[in-house]
């Protein structure tokens, strides 16, 4: 995905989120635009044994101001209706950040 709904998402690409005595945490977020600071995360089988680390990381990134959204792979398989719930979440995304400041 280069262009969604107007804005550029860069596919696999690392999120810092927290550096700390030396050491730089990351993780390579599936989906990510800078501009609506939003992760897009597409979780396979492997998330259902890691909920408790993707909850801590999460939590970490919003406090740096980032939206992560994560869709179960299963909701791939209606691509018509995941662009539509995708499409809504950008322009709410977009709303939230460019009209609070006003």
């Known amino acids: 995905m280069k262009k969604f709904s107007g804005y550029r998402f860069l596919r696999q690409h690392p999120v ?3 550096i ?3 050491w730089i945490d990351f993780f390579i977020a599936d989906f990510y635009c800078y501009k609506l600071k ?3 995360e597409l979780d396979g ?3 259902l044994s890691q909920k408790e680390y993707d909850k ?3 939590e970490k990134l919003k406090a740096k101001g980032l939206q992560v959204i994560r ?3 299963a909701r791939t398989e209606d691509l018509g209706k995941l662009k539509m719930d995708l ?7 977009a709303h939230y950040l460019f009209t609070k400041n006003k």
């Not at 499409?87 to 995304?93: N, W």
């Open 16 to 18: 810092f989120y927290q």
């Open 20 to 22: 700390d005595k030396g």
């Open 38 to 40: 939003l992760i897009i």
């Open 45 to 47: 089988e492997i998330h």
């Open 56 to 58: 801590e990381r999460d």
């Open 71 to 73: 869709i179960d792979n």
């Open 87 to 93: 499409e809504e979440i950008v322009e709410k995304r």
